[in-house]
């Protein structure tokens, strides 16, 4: 944990990947305790920004993630995380918070 770089509020980024499939399931923000206690109990584990508290992800809606993997950047400043998911990532009920999309034109 030590190569790792928060920013100035202490938070980094955490991308939240299933570890089967590969697609990113949701991001998330951890600061040093909380990317402990996704450590140590093997279920992530965030900051919210928002609500300035500790969220364990499933706590009150069942819907856990079990650490699989920890990754983090060439720079340091961001975390992969591959998780078994236990239903839905995205508090809509979807399985992942990515589901809309951007229209390019070129």
Not at 5 to 19: E, H, S, T, V
Not at 44 to 61: I, L, Y
């Amino acid at each position: 944990m030590k190569e790792l770089k928060f920013d100035k509020n202490g938070l980094i980024p955490a991308i939240i990947q299933d570890y089967k499939t590969k697609k990113v399931l949701m991001l998330a923000y951890m600061n040093k305790t909380s990317l402990r206690k996704t450590l140590n109990s093997g279920k992530t584990c965030f900051w919210s920004r928002s609500r300035k508290k500790f969220w364990v992800k499933g706590e009150t809606s069942g819907n856990f993630q079990f650490i699989k993997d920890i990754y983090y950047d060439c720079d340091s400043d961001t975390l992969l995380i591959r998780v078994r998911q236990v239903g839905n990532a995205c508090h809509t009920g979807r399985h992942s918070c990515f589901y809309r999309k951007l229209k390019c034109t070129r």
